[in-house]
């Protein structure tokens, strides 16, 4: 990740960031720990966060939890915020798009200024009792449902920038036998 990072042209322009993953990258987690290193164990934690949708309330508490598993002298974060705080200047750019409850609508392009879903009426903001769904105003109410957007571009360009990864991920284009056999999904018409 160092690697894609410094062809990137992130270390030239943000050399105070860039020294602080690298230092991540190479401080164990804890004295002796030759298994992870601060950022490695971040890493793994909030892939495994998003990979079973875990809540945040539980996230911090696991946090809280690793911290006094692990030796008195760890490194690993002690709450989510923290956690953010390393990863952040990774740059994984991301969107939020507003949704109806009942996923029918997302609230961008031509419904991108609409309050209410259209095919359910449902309000696009959650109301509190006491206020008329019509009186809430944008700036106090949230949303009722929010999508993370992780646009692709900036992903392929990190996975391109890396010429040994790039020659891997092109291999169903440029590698592959053919024969005539079906051997890979690429190879059917």
């Known amino acids: 990740m160092i690697c894609d990072l410094w062809q990137d042209g992130f270390q030239q322009a943000r050399a ?10 190479k401080m164990p987690l804890y004295p002796g720990c030759i298994a992870f290193t601060r950022l490695s164990a971040v890493l793994g934690l909030v892939n495994l966060k998003a990979q079973f ?16 598993l692990l030796p008195q002298d760890n490194l690993l974060s002690k709450n989510q915020y923290e ?11 991301y969107q939020k798009i507003h949704a109806c409850p009942n996923d029918c609508i997302l609230y961008r392009n031509q419904f991108a200024e609409i309050r ?4 359910y009426g449902v309000s696009r903001y959650k109301v509190n009792n006491d206020e008329c769904n019509d009186d809430a105003t944008v700036n106090k109410s949230h949303p009722a449902k929010v999508y993370w957007y992780l646009p692709i571009i900036p992903r392929f360009k990190r ?7 790039a020659k891997h991920l092109t291999w169903h284009a440029e590698g592959r036998k053919s024969d005539g056999l079906l051997r890979h999904p690429a190879n059917s018409p």
């Open 116 to 119: 209410n879903c259209n095919t």
């Open 83 to 93: 956690a953010k705080k390393i990863l952040c200047p990774v740059g994984m750019e």
């Open 16 to 25: 105070p960031l860039y020294q602080k993953i690298e230092n991540d990258s």
């Open 159 to 165: 996975f391109f920038a890396n010429g040994h990864d």
């Open 53 to 68: 949708g875990w809540s945040d309330k539980s996230f911090i508490e696991l946090f809280i939890l690793l911290k006094k």
